[in-house]
């Protein structure tokens, strides 16, 4: 072996695609453990992710922002107990600016596909901008709410207003004394909502489910609150520590014993009473399914925005869309000068579009044509070097993301030194390891809350659950805790078996 050969597989070159939470905070820990040749390519002009895209107004998070940062890089002055779209963004960048990360990011590289080469052991990605990378190591980090869902009603295209995505929010259009049809009633849509009510001269809400939302725990942080955690560093970690324990009790709920759930059933229609006088209005805002089978929300002002008399909610379906507005299933047609799709999501759609290609030819789509699965929720059979952040069966509904992310990060950590003990060869996980971990997932989703019959962005087309892990995130961190190389069988590549 060639001294070169040697220090390349002593430090693997690693493409990361995505500049999101997971992107970033990978990129942190491969710096940590002295992986020099890394590079993050992100198909827009910014970092951030979901948090550069979803700018609408009253953009926040409902996870409480101590915990929904990385445990490695605290933030002490939080302005608030959950953090809003400018300051997780701003909290981003600073991180990106902190390690230094700009250098190594390739900004308007769109991945569009990504081939194993089975005579390197190298992956081969091309981006629409025309230019291909070569790696050793690829990890997706390209999150699961970073395409748009656009509803599948007719005519959009015939509507001679303005129309947009909330996750592409049109900054230029002013909705003052406008007429603006909502459509979608889900996480993004109670929190814009009630931020354009009061400009607005109409707002027309269609909703097709009705959300359970609480009220949100909300709170403005002190200076002295923030000094305390500056100075304390240990109270930090302990508040942190206390927010953890708190939200993952609530995995019980969801998992085991939804019964618990009827609790925080009461607590949404005591709010929605509370606040909805128009009787019509407060029947078609309490949900039928059971609560937790679809993300539950919270919000202080939704019920108050809703009850407001310009406010006008629809709950049938929508026929179509044309030149002048929507129309209803009723016939009724209801004028609009702007559309605003809260439509969601294309959760379970992972890594589309990037064509992905492993081994023997195989591409990501035809082997998860029966749904996607992923050991552990990071490796796939057939596609060795390559490691997914957020994959399948790794979203929660209870705690933070961020958790999740970074017992992945250390499992790829773990990978990459399993590897480095295995020079120029590649790991690629067992299918029958794949098969009875993706088994046990999904009798540990047997039961569940979001199995309790309504739809819902956590099903895939077969109606299976291919996004959320089916308990605590500990046991997750356990599962996750490093690389059983009996999982994995690593391969030379063919020209050295030629
Ligand atoms: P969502 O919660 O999936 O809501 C989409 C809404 O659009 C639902 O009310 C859905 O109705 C409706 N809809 C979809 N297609 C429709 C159609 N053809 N006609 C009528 N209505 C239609 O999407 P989202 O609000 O963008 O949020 C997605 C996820 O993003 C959340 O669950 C959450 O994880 C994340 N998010 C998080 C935060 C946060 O605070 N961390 C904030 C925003 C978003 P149905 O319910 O009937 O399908």
Redesign the pocket.
Known sequence: MTRRRKQQHKSPSVIIIGTGFGGIGMAIQLQKAGIRDITLLEKAGAVGGTWRDNTYPGA????QSHLYSYSFEPKHDWTRKFGTQPEILDYIESCVRKHNLEPLIRFNQAVESAEFDEQTNQWQITTGAGDTFRADVLITATGQ?NRP?M???PGLEDFGGESFH?ARWNHDINLEGKRVAV???????I?FVPEITAKAAHLDL?Q??AAWVLPKPDKTFTPLEQTLFAKLPLWDRLYRGMIYLKNEVRALAFTRFSGLLEFFANRARNEARRWVTDPDKLAELIPEYRIGC??ILISNDWYRAVNEPHVNLTTGG?TRFDETGVVSETGEHRPADVIIL????RATEFLSPIHITGRNGVSLNEAWANGSKAFKGITVSGFPNLFMLYGPNTNLAHNSILYMLESQFRYVLSALRALSRYPGQVMDVREDRQSRYSQVVQRGLDGSVWEAGC?S?YLDEHGRNTVNWPGFTFSYRFATRFVDTADYQFLKPHSENA
């Open positions: 926040a998070c409902d996870v709410l869902a509803p599948d009603i909330s459509i979608g009633t889900g996480a993004s849509a929190q269609y097709r489910s679809k993300r929508i809260g439509t969601g999501f739809t962005w």
